[in-house]
């Protein structure tokens, strides 16, 4: 078995925001982030619609959401919430597996994942971009971010979302070929029997176990992030 390391992943700070939702995001239709999301809902409601099940939140509720979940969302025209959006790197992509279904947090004990998130919120907020640039604001800023994080892993732990500490290094090398190579074009079931010694139904049921994804949808996931990339970049255009 492969140890997952600190060395290995790495998590990036996405947007955060506190306040009320505004008009043009209160609906949303068969969307897909590549970053985990967690809502907290002040007051209003929000309906999350995903493939499996149809989730309904309240005031004093989390909903957390995992990179690739495809959704839709109605809310309230009354909603508030907190809302961090985050990523990581891990092996070229932004999470780390097995992908959780969404889930509503329903307790309302945990106080310290709610500070948590209010402070880094008020931090977010409240640095300006000159600051930003200084190596004592990002110190902060990282402190509160990873204050956060430590309460948002202890409560997905808790609701049975626990990170695998090890992973099977033929799935490892899987992804590493995979990766190396990503095209829309077929998975070549062959190279990987040569790699690791299995069969492409052995490939798939050991890489599935152990990510939540298909060799296939892997590929897709890493053409996913490179097209991002290169539109941020201004190196493609959408179109191509």
């Known amino acids: 078995m492969a140890i997952l390391t600190e060395t290995e992943y790495h998590y990036e700070i996405g ?4 306040g009320a939702v ?7 239709q068969d969307h897909m982030d ?11 409601s929000v309906e999350v619609k995903t493939e499996a099940e149809t ?16 959704r839709s969302h109605i809310f309230s025209k009354d ?16 999470f780390i597996p097995p992908r ?18 209010e402070a880094l919120c008020a931090f977010e907020a409240g640095t300006d971009l000159d600051s930003q640039a200084l190596l004592s604001t990002q110190c902060l800023r990282s402190r509160c971010f990873s204050d956060w994080l430590y309460h948002w892993h202890l409560t997905r732990e808790a609701m049975g979302g626990v990170t695998p500490i090890s992973m099977d290094h033929r799935v490892l090398e899987i992804m590493s070929r995979i990766g190396q190579n990503p095209g829309l074009g077929l998975i070549d079931y062959e190279e990987l029997r040569r790699a690791v010694g299995l069969s492409k139904a052995q490939v798939n ?13 892997w590929s897709d996931v890493h053409i996913m992030k490179a097209a ?3 539109i941020k970049a201004e190196q493609l255009s959408v179109k191509e």
């Open 228 to 230: 991002v990339e290169w």
């Open 22 to 28: 505004v008009p043009e995001s209160r609906k949303l």
């Open 55 to 70: 989730l309904r939140v309240q005031p004093g509720e989390w909903v957390f959401m995992d990179p690739l979940t495809t």
């Open 79 to 94: 909603a508030e919430l907190i809302s961090i959006r985050f990523g990581l790197n891990w092996r070229g992509l932004s």
């Open 205 to 217: 049921r050991i890489f599935k176990t152990a990510t939540g994804l298909t060799p296939r949808q």
């Open 15 to 18: 947007l955060t925001y506190d």
């Open 100 to 117: 959780l279904a969404p889930r509503v947090y329903r307790s309302a004990d945990d106080a310290e994942l709610l500070r948590s998130a």
């Open 34 to 44: 590549l970053r985990y999301l967690s809502w907290y809902l002040r007051a209003g």
